[in-house]
């Protein structure tokens, strides 16, 4: 007969105790519980920010908003439609100008770029993602706005362009590196050239991480202000014309929110929410495609 003391096991249930006890297992433990803890205090200013913008910017949210023009200082109601209109205009010029060099870029570096060209590429890279805004911003203005002699909407897709290059170009080199190397020499095995292999076997298993990436850098462009202010400043008007001052969501917000105007700053506040979900709606198309891709 077994004693009290022993578990089924056949182990005493002293031995446990002091298993749990022991200095591994309670560092263990503590790590765990720090690490909890400071995942929920990484979430709580992104939590605090979601729940304020949205407390401030539903009380003016309504149809009105999303579709009138930016009323007078002194006038109730209105809108932002033009600048939504306007920040979907800036930013298809600029996903449409850095993606597909973004990508081209990438596969030149991970396909057929040896030795020291590609890193020089990969540093520079690295170099222009660091880079402030506004100096894309200022960058912008003196190669577009100062070419054209007017601001533009072209010229803020330039600015918006150049911040999102970088980041398509590190997501898709790192996707593009990710992909087994038995893959491309069973291609190059059944006799595909590099081009097919990159075109019919690389691309295919890269596009999710690349999705991902145009998404990451759709978003941070969406929000940009700076850049827009030297590049398309502003307009009270719907955008008819890609060479002509254009409205967008980010700088509503930058003229709405510190104005004296009470109706200003209750849309500053709704134009923000937009913006939010702006964000969101891409990256949930983001991870459909993804789904699409993986599971389809």
Known sequence: MRSSDESLSG????????TVSSPRTLFS????????????????????VLFYVSVQGLSRLNVGALTELPPPPLVEGG???NAIIGTLIMVGIGAAISIPF???AAIYLTEFSKGQLARWIRFATNVLSGVPSIIAGVFA??????????FSAIAGGVALSVLMLPVIVRTTDEALQLVPRDLRQAAVGLGATNFQTVWKVVLPAAIPAIVTGATLAIARASGETAPLIFT??????????LGSPTPSLAVLVFNFAIS?????????WAA???????VLITSIIARWVIRQKVYG
Request: with cysteine; glycine share 10%; proline share 7%.
């Open 11 to 18: 182990y005493p249930a002293r031995s446990l105790s002091r």
């Open 29 to 48: 433990m503590v790590m765990t519980v720090l690490a909890f803890i400071c995942g929920g205090l990484a979430l709580l200013p992104l939590l605090a």
């Open 79 to 81: 809108g932002f439609g």
């Open 102 to 104: 973004g990508v081209i």
């Open 141 to 150: 203005y003196g190669i577009v706005v100062l070419t054209m002699g007017k």
């Open 232 to 241: 398309a400043l502003f307009a009270q008007f719907w955008p008819t014309d």
């Open 260 to 268: 004296p105007f009470p109706n200003w700053r209750a849309l500053a």
């Open 272 to 278: 923000s929410l937009i913006l939010v979900f702006m």
